[in-house]
């Protein structure tokens, strides 16, 4: 991951923060399940809308299946593929489900729409993996069908250890409402049914890790009521050459509020925006080095690692003397410290990943430091996946200012440049 710098800056009295991001370099890869979203259309329309998946980043693999009553084919929206998969099968002839992938670019739509053909009962998933080979996501595949329970979605032969292996069963139901229930050792994913009149469609998909590889079990979904027609297909994704670690969304300490000076110390408060880290290293389980998140102040070149006095305007500051857009030469500052992270109340929570990572600032961290503050850690053989934080409070940012602090010129700001650094290792 190429480093990113950020920036949060405010009109004259108060603070700015920027920071540079890194990340570490590719290690063994490992499959793992990020988040799903699903969409039904009731009793039926000419198409069926299925929003993104919550968090995927560009290089991220989607696979979707999509049912619907009747036998005309679907149309997949532009950018998704079949190679591999299970483009146009129907069930008896009475019914019909589309398979196909896409890995997912720097700017995916909100939702993705396929064409139905004409009015009619619709269902579908989509579920989305990290650490998949984006050149060929899919290392094999097989598809059964049927007409009455259990719905099979037959053995693969995977070319790899722990591999990921998705199964994921259509259905049509001419009675009314039916569920599927997935198989012993998967994880279910997400399922969906149309929810009213007859015929109706419904999908459900799940998941499982193949230790070693070779021939899967065949996986069999029970179906409620037994007559149900049904497609079924296993696939098997490919993993990455290389794994990374990787922030998806960076840490982002925001702009703090001005502060209206009274000749008292005072304390200020935002709220720590939200983090995602994806782990897609080690190719077994029990091989992850885990990671942490640290943070320090930048005192490089042209940078701060404290508050400090800056021109932020179109002009030169300081009687001309400091160009626009730098700090300003022999500017105030404030005191090594002054910007404290609280994550009381605040945990990673992941779908699809291996252990929990933990915070280390329940008593406040210094962010604006000279040295390097850890803030939060997994355990060797843990965090893997992908990551989100959540929880931070409105005080989990607290800026503390003194007695002596001044006001300052227009257009000028009190900036610190901070690093967020994830690294190997807890």
Do not use: H
């Not at 097989?142 to 719905?151: C, N, Q, R, Y």
């Not at 994550?343 to 252990?355: K, L, N, P």
């Amino acid at each position: 991951m190429a480093p990113r710098r950020f920036g949060r800056c405010l009109a004259s009295g108060m603070a700015c923060v920027a920071g540079l991001l890194l990340a570490s370099a590719p290690a063994e890869a490992a499959n793992f399940f990020r988040s799903a979203s699903s969409a039904q259309n009731g009793a039926g329309s000419t198409s069926l809308a299925i929003n993104k998946p919550a968090g995927v980043v560009a290089g991220d693999v989607m696979i979707a299946a999509v049912g619907a009553n009747g036998n005309t084919s679907i149309t997949a929206p532009a950018g998704w593929s079949a190679a591999g998969l299970y483009d146009a099968a129907s069930w008896s002839n009475t019914g019909w489900i589309q398979v196909v992938f896409k890995v997912a670019g720097s700017s995916e739509p909100a939702s993705y729409s396929w064409g139905l053909g004409t009015t009619r009962a619709g269902a579908g998933t989509i579920v989305d993996y990290i650490g998949v080979d984006n050149a060929a996501p899919v290392q094999t595949s097989a598809v059964g069908t049927g007409t009455a329970s259990p719905a099979v979605a037959p053995t693969i032969t995977t070319a790899s250890a722990n591999q990921m292996v998705l199964a994921s069963v259509g259905g049509r139901n001419t009675t009314g409402a039916f569920t599927f229930t997935n198989p012993a050792g998967t994880t279910d994913r997400v399922g969906v049914y149309s929810s009213t009149g007859t015929p109706r469609a419904g999908i459900d998909s799940a998941d499982s890790i193949q230790a070693a590889a070779g021939a899967t079990p065949t996986r069999s979904f029970t179906i409620a009521p037994t007559t149900t027609e049904w497609a079924g297909i296993t696939i098997g994704l490919k993993p990455n050459t290389t794994g990374t670690l990787a922030f998806d969304v960076p840490p982002d300490a925001p702009a703090l509020s001005a502060v209206a000076l009274n000749g008292q110390a005072q304390t200020t408060n935002a709220t720590m925006g939200g983090v995602t880290v994806s782990d897609t290293t080690g190719s077994t389980p029990g091989t992850g080095s885990g990671w942490n998140v640290t943070v320090v102040g930048d005192a490089s070149a042209g940078k701060s690692a404290v508050f400090k006095q800056y021109c932020n305007s179109g002009s030169a500051c300081n009687g001309g003397a400091d160009p626009a857009n730098s700090y300003v030469t022999g500017g105030r500052t404030l005191p090594a410290g002054s910007l404290k992270l609280n994550s009381t109340g605040a945990s990673w929570t992941t779908s699809g990943g291996t252990g929990t990572p933990t915070f280390q600032c329940s008593s406040g961290c210094s962010v604006d430091a000279a040295s390097a503050t850890k803030i939060t850690s997994a355990a060797a053989n843990s965090g893997r996946g992908a990551w989100k934080t959540s929880g931070f409070s409105a005080t989990s940012l607290a800026l503390s200012t003194p007695t002596t602090m001044r006001v300052l010129p227009a257009n000028e700001v009190y900036r610190a440049d901070l690093v967020w650094s994830l690294n190997s290792g807890p």
